[in-house]
């Protein structure tokens, strides 16, 4: 796929807010640290930045940033509950949201589900520039029962008091379904189903609708869109958005590896490629700015 950005897909990104973005320091290679993210950011007119990392939290980090960074667009810190933070640690939570964390993500590479689609806690496409111990498996959500575990509950409740976001990770459908509708139910009002296009995750889109309807967001990911991940087709992409609605979704880039374009350039992209299939400028301004505002606020 040629990634082409338009002059109007660089203005649609004005005063956007990405809310997957990976940065260094990091496990894996990227492109390029928090400083220069802000910097790129702010360059491409783009108002806020998620930094997520698989290794934990990136909240002391973006308060950091955005400290020393003089510059408009503001960096989001969040937590990702691997192992490095403990797996499901409410302890983690609690501390990552008193340090300003705007999102919380369920496991990532340690996740169960990513556990068995990629063998172990890495990818097809990336590898980390230095190999880490291994845990023996992944981790899950739910018990042997297939109800949620007791650390979920003090989790999402801990989300909710602060008015942070939760987001699903990587986790397998079932385990994030619950998760989604446990939080509706326990006030949680800030849901983003991770990835439900991707390929270790991917929803029909009657499923998308039905928790779109439960006031969930589906994120949208330009990472997905990559020949390299093999996942969907930009036609298809815009399908899920037009049946779920651009009032439930959010793009964002997924970006900041090393072999990739920089966020502001992928999201570019990305716009201009759901232009091309029918999307509109003003679902794409809901789907850019008024939702991850929100999400964030």
Known sequence: MELYSSQESLELIRGAFDMHIHSAPSLFPRLMDDF?????????????????????CTASRTTIANKHSGKNTRLYGSLTLNYFVGGLNPYAVDSALNLGAAVVWMPTIHAENHFNFYGGGTYKTQKMERP????????????????????????????ASNGACLATGHLGN????????????????????????FETSKLSIEEQ??????GVYMEKTMLSLLPTWDSITPEYMAETIKSVGASRCIMATDFGQASNPSPPIGLACFVDLML???????????MLIRNPEELLD
């Open 276 to 286: 091309k299939c029918g999307v509109g400028r003003d679902e794409i301004s809901l």
């Open 132 to 159: 880490l111990k291994e845990p023996k498996r992944g981790i899950s959500i739910l018990n042997e029962s297939g109800k949620l575990l007791e650390a979920i509950y003090e989790i999402i409740d801990l989300v």
């Open 209 to 214: 609708v039905r928790l779109a309807k439960l």
């Open 36 to 56: 220069e993210l802000s910097a790129e950011l702010q360059s491409y007119g783009i108002r806020g930045g998620v930094i997520k990392s698989h290794a934990g």
């Open 174 to 197: 079932r385990e994030a379904i619950a998760l989604c509708e446990e939080a509706v139910k326990r006030g949680v009002k800030k849901i983003v189903f991770t990835h439900p296009d």
